[in-house]
Structure formats: structure tokens, C-alpha cells
């Protein structure tokens, strides 16, 4: 059988993780890998899931094994209504539609959202698994201007103005993949402009709770909350194989996202839901998020130490309150995917940028360091592998041969 004659049209626009990719030619021994956007395993509370899964097989037993609402466990959207009163989003659990990952609201939402043409507009550099869950329904990707504190409200004011845009996708705390966050003077903004025009944004926020420094900014869901879908997942503060995300959208879009997910999967996991709850009313979060944060702050703090002494002047880099990432600008004419290839024959690795950017080809000079999978000395050791061949690709730019250094044959340069 022929099973490409089979596809779908928009099977044109899906493609593999460039991502997961990387990650797989990376995973041989010896490579130190900063390539991956992955929870370090020592995050993950061992001790606290033996317990709360004793708990949850004694309080619901056999339930926490069947089937259950779409919409998600009761107990649940109960104990997510609370945490979210923490951020100051008012919601009641019955507004809550659980997901499996934040990956499935993204899907969603494009799937009822968006049709062929649709105009989606969103901060250049993105997260890339938007862009995968968007890219299948056909949009035109609009991309906002943004600075070192992200999206520029004004720049976001003039394109809704030029033309209709179906959706706005914005990560507004330590962005994947700039680890950049949205002050609250521009979040005012945008909430404004979102108001004025009627305009949807998702914002989705993954890494909120992961801050290292300074305090925590109202979400934008708190200032515009009938314009706004809300994401956020438990997978960076509890366990991401459990695969725990919920929204809190407006009526109309919370209603067709349950029926969008009753098409692909009825629910999630029933018992994944109850050890959630479990860890929520129990308390467990509060007394473990800190010892995440102490686990990745420092690890945070060698890897920009080191970029300091190791990297050339000619680079710059962010230097984020929290997240996951570390965003890097490197000179204008060089790419970041040959020089990739030098590093992981070098033992390190990291990704490229270009990946982030909805229109080909943009931000080849740019790349993406991820620091919670390894200790402090690990990346410190790696950001001077990456220093040096930072510092070899400099020399050949230098010599007039940046015809080579945009290619491949940067690879053999080095030898």
C-alpha cells in the first residue's frame, strides 16, 4: 500500500521535533547536553508520590481507575481553583478544563480556533511547540517585535491594526525560548490593547512558579479575563510524565476545547488527575517548589558565570529571574546549526534558534542553553567547550571565510 496517498493535505505542514531530534543525536555517552528544555530528575518528590499514591488508592480506590468527566477529577479542578487564587485568577472549578500537557490545550485551540489564512500572531522567537500544535491548521504567523522584556505593545497595536488576527500566542514569564518576562507596565498594555481591539490571547504559562529572583507578576489573565486563555501544567513543579496541564478560557472557547478533547482522548488520566490533587490539598507543593528552586538557582548562576568568562565579547545573552533557558545572540552571519555540529563532536550541545522563529530562516545566529539537567561544574565544564568554539568560529569569520562558516564545512574548520 501506498500510505502516502493516504495523508491528509495538512500532514504538508507537520513535522518532526526539531528539537527531539537534536536530542536524539546528543544522547550518546560523554555529550553534555544543554540542548533539551527537560526538568532535572532530582526535581522530581520520590518520597511525596509513594506517599499521596498510598493516599489516593485509600480515598477513592477503584475510581481513581475510571473513566471520568472530560471536563476533569472533580477533586482536582477543586484544588487547582485554590492555586490559581494564589496567582490572583479567580476561577471556579467548574471554569477548569484539565488536559494531558499543556501541548493539548495548544492543539485545541488551533483546532477550533484556526482556519487556513487565519492571521496568529506571536513574539519572535516562540515557543516551538506552538508553533507545532498551529502550524497543521494552516495560519499566517504574524510576528511581534519584541526587546530584551519581550513583546512590544505597540508594535502588538500596530498589527492588530493593520489587519484581523484570529488569536495572539504570548509566554509571558521566562519565555522558551529567551528566559525574557513581560514587565507589568507592558502586561497593563497589552491588556489594553487586547480590550480595545477584542482580540483572544493565550497566554500560556509553564515556568511562572519557577523564580529565582524578584517577585511575581500578575498574570494578564487577571487584567483582561474574558479575552485571555489561561495555560498553564504541573509537568516543571511536580512530574512531567504525568502529563498535567489545565486552561482557564472564556465560556464560549472552554466550551468547544471539551469537545475538541473528547475527540481525542475523552480524558485525561484519571489516577495522573487524583495523585495531582493529592499533591495540591496535601500541601506538597508549597514545601517542595522551594527545593526545585534551590536545585536549579545555582545551576542557573554557573552557567552565566561561566558564559561570562568563557564566551567571546561579540555575544550576548539573557540573564533571566527564573525559568529554564538561557537565550544567546551571536554575531550577525553566523549559523548556529553548523556550529552546533562542532560543538556536539566537541561534547557539548545546545539549539540552534532559527527553530523558534515561525518564518524560515530567521535568527540563524541565535541559540537556546537550557541549565537544569546538569550540576554546576557539568555546566560549567560544557560553556567552555561552547567558549572555545565560539572563540575558533570568531577567527574564521574574521578571515574573510564566513562563506564556510555559514555551512557545514564549518565542521572541518576546526580540524
Not at 518528590?45 to 477529577?73: C, D, N
Not at 465560556?251 to 488520566?269: F, I
Request: charged share 20%; net charge negative.
Amino acid at each position: 500500500m501506498q500510505a502516502e496517498n493516504l495523508l491528509a493535505d495538512r500532514t504538508r505542514n507537520m513535522g518532526a521535533s526539531a528539537i527531539r531530534e537534536i536530542l536524539k543525536v546528543v544522547s550518546r555517552p560523554g555529550t553534555i547536553s544543554l540542548a533539551g528544555g527537560i526538568p532535572a530528575p532530582q526535581s522530581f518528590p520520590m518520597a511525596i508520590i509513594r506517599e499521596i499514591t498510598e493516599a489516593v488508592l485509600q480515598k477513592y480506590g477503584s475510581e481513581a481507575f475510571q473513566y471520568g468527566l472530560t471536563e476533569g477529577f472533580p477533586p482536582l479542578r477543586e484544588a487547582l481553583a485554590a492555586y490559581l487564587e494564589t496567582k490572583g485568577i479567580a476561577a471556579t472549578p467548574e471554569q477548569i478544563l484539565i488536559s494531558t500537557g499543556s501541548q493539548g490545550v495548544l492543539d485545541g485551540l488551533g483546532k477550533i480556533l484556526i482556519s487556513a489564512g487565519d492571521r496568529v500572531a506571536l513574539e519572535a522567537p516562540t515557543y516551538l511547540g506552538a508553533l507545532q500544535a498551529f502550524t497543521p491548521y494552516e495560519p499566517r504567523y504574524v510576528q511581534i517585535e519584541t526587546d530584551d522584556q519581550g513583546m512590544l505593545p505597540e508594535a502588538l497595536d500596530a498589527a492588530l491594526a493593520r489587519h484581523p488576527v484570529k488569536l495572539i500566542y504570548l509566554v509571558p514569564n521566562f519565555q522558551n525560548p529567551t528566559g525574557r518576562t513581560l514587565p507589568m507596565e507592558r502586561r497593563l498594555a497589552v491588556a489594553e490593547i487586547i480590550q480595545r481591539h477584542d482580540t483572544l490571547l493565550v497566554e500560556d504559562d509553564p515556568y511562572g512558579d519557577l523564580r529565582y529572583e524578584g517577585t511575581p507578576i500578575a498574570p494578564i489573565k487577571t487584567l483582561a479575563p474574558e479575552h485571555v486563555v489561561y495555560i498553564s501544567t504541573l509537568s516543571k513543579v511536580f512530574a512531567p510524565g504525568l502529563r498535567m496541564g489545565f486552561c482557564l478560557a472564556p465560556e464560549p472557547v472552554q466550551r468547544w476545547l471539551v469537545l475538541a478533547k473528547q475527540g481525542v482522548d475523552l480524558h485525561t488520566s484519571t489516577f495522573d488527575q487524583a495523585l495531582a490533587a493529592e499533591y495540591l490539598f496535601g500541601g506538597h507543593l508549597g514545601c517542595h517548589l522551594p527545593k526545585i528552586i534551590e536545585l536549579y538557582r545555582p545551576r542557573q548562576q554557573a552557567m552565566l558565570t561561566a558564559m561570562d568568562r568563557f564566551f567571546p565579547s561579540s555575544f550576548s545573552w539573557s540573564r533571566p529571574d527564573g525559568g529554564m533557558f538561557v537565550w544567546v545572540q551571536g554575531p550577525v552571519g553566523w549559523d548556529m546549526e553548523a556550529v552546533n555540529r562542532t560543538a556536539v563532536e566537541r561534547g557539548a550541545a545546545f539549539v540552534p534558534g532559527t527553530f523558534f522563529f515561525a518564518h524560515p530562516g530567521e535568527g540563524k545566529e541565535t541559540l537556546r542553553l537550557n541549565y537544569t539537567m546538569a550540576d554546576e561544574a557539568t555546566l560549567s565544564r560544557a560553556i567552555k567547550i561552547l567558549g572555545g568554539v565560539f572563540e575558533e568560529g570568531a577567527k574564521v569569520f574574521q578571515k574573510g571565510t564566513s562563506s564556510a562558516f555559514r555551512s557545514s564545512s564549518m565542521v572541518s574548520a576546526r580540524c
